[in-house]
Every structure is written in structure tokens, then in C-alpha cells.
């Protein structure tokens, strides 16, 4: 049975360009494999603790030797790995907050990088490879070559970098000037984050091919 894993990250609901996106992959997915299951997390709703001097040091602690708030942080660990390497595909929502990456996300690739879990303890070898990443990520502004603030765009290649610790490989499909409908001064570039939003969807639909039924 294929399987699906669902994660958004954005805080702003309904209004969410990235979780709009996710949906509509979401549907997609389903609509190409109906026998498939799928697991659904929201960051932006129920966000991983950051590590501290507790979770990061569970891992290197035999379990029989654990502190019970140790015991709770290696469990989430692991339940965080174990969705990733029970899915055969895995959508995440990526919205643009200050230029980086929600720290929502940035907590759950630290839980997600756990050696002996998603990496070799001994080698370092990525052991969460061979799934399909595809990341659907949102920015407020326009961040391409030419742009006043061309590079400033930091998420995706900071996600590209952390989880290659795992094996897992991002795709990225991305919508720009998602603030232009709300902003404005940038009401002359509405046509342009249309068209952006455009072609995200149909990157999304040529994703998957649907299951017809005869």
C-alpha cells in the first residue's frame, strides 16, 4: 500500500499559500494512488519542541539508562523517523518567514537527523533515501536573479543541505509575490504572483497521474 505524508508548517490557515499547494498535491497524490494511505502532520498548529539539553542528549544515552523526560524525547524521535520511513512520498508545506525556513520546520529536521534512526551511527550513511520529497514552498516576495533582494531566500537551500544528512533529496515547487494580493505597494505585481501560483499548480498536476476507472 503506498503512503503518503502530509506536513504543513505555515501559521497562517486559510490564508496560506503553501497549504494551499500541499492540498492541492495532497488530492493529487490520493486521486493517482487510491489505495494509499496517508499520515497528516501541521507544524503550524502542533509544533515540535526545539531541542535542549534533555532531547539532544537522549540518543547517546542507553535506553535502560534514560531520565523519563530522555525516554519522551528519543520516543518523538523516533515516531517523527518512523513517519518519514513508513511513506513512500512526502509533502511538505514551505512557507518563507524572515528570509528562512518556519523554526517549525527547522525542529522537526533536527528530530528528523537522529543517527542509528535516519542515519548510520557508525558510517553516517543516510538511511532515508529512495523516497520522493516534494516540498511546496511559498514566498511573499520575489527572491530571482535581478531581484533587489536576489540570495536573500534562505529555506531551500538550507533544507536541501540539513536533510541531505538522510538521504532524502527535496523537490522544490514554488509560488513568489504570494503578498502582492495584500500588499499595496505591490498591487503591480499581482500578475505576476498569478502567474507564479499558475504555475506551481500545473507543476503539481503533471506530478501524478491519475487512476481512471473504466
Known amino acids: ?9 505555515s501559521v497562517q490557515g486559510d490564508r496560506s499559500i503553501s497549504r494551499r499547494l500541499t492540498a492541492r498535491a495532497a488530492a493529487a497524490w490520493q486521486a493517482a494512488h487510491p489505495d494509499g494511505s496517508v499520515t497528516y502532520r501541521d507544524l503550524g498548529a502542533d509544533p515540535l519542541p526545539h531541542l535542549d539539553t534533555t532531547s539532544a542528549s537522549a540518543g547517546a544515552v542507553p535506553a535502560d539508562e534514560r531520565t523519563s523526560a530522555q525516554a519522551a524525547s528519543w520516543e518523538l524521535v523516533e515516531r517523527v523517523v518512523g513517519e518519514v520511513r513508513e511513506a513512500d512520498t512526502v509533502l511538505l508545506g514551505l512557507p518563507l518567514y524572515n528570509y528562512g525556513a518556519p523554526s517549525s520546520v527547522k525542529a522537526w529536521v533536527d528530530h528528523l537527523i537522529a543517527p542509528g534512526l535516519s542515519l548510520d551511527a557508525a558510517t553516517g550513511e543516510p538511511l ?10 511559498a514566498r511573499g516576495g520575489g527572491y ?16 536541501t543541505h ?11 515547487i514554488t ?10 505597494a ?3 505585481l499581482i500578475p505576476l504572483f498569478e502567474e507564479s501560483l499558475a504555475d506551481a499548480e500545473r507543476a503539481i498536476d503533471r506530478r501524478w497521474t491519475p487512476v481512471t476507472v473504466a
Open 162 to 172: 540539513g536533510v541531505s544528512l538522510t538521504g532524502l533529496d527535496p523537490v522544490f
Open 186 to 188: 505591490m498591487a503591480e
Open 128 to 137: 532515508l533515501g529512495g523516497r520522493e520529497f516534494l516540498v511546496l514552498a
Open 1 to 9: 500500500m503506498p503512503r503518503l505524508l502530509h506536513i504543513d508548517s
Open 144 to 159: 530571482g536573479p535581478g531581484t533587489p533582494r536576489e540570495g536573500w531566500a534562505h529555506a531551500e537551500q538550507w533544507l
Open 175 to 184: 509560488a513568489e509575490l504570494t503578498l502582492a494580493p495584500m500588499q499595496p
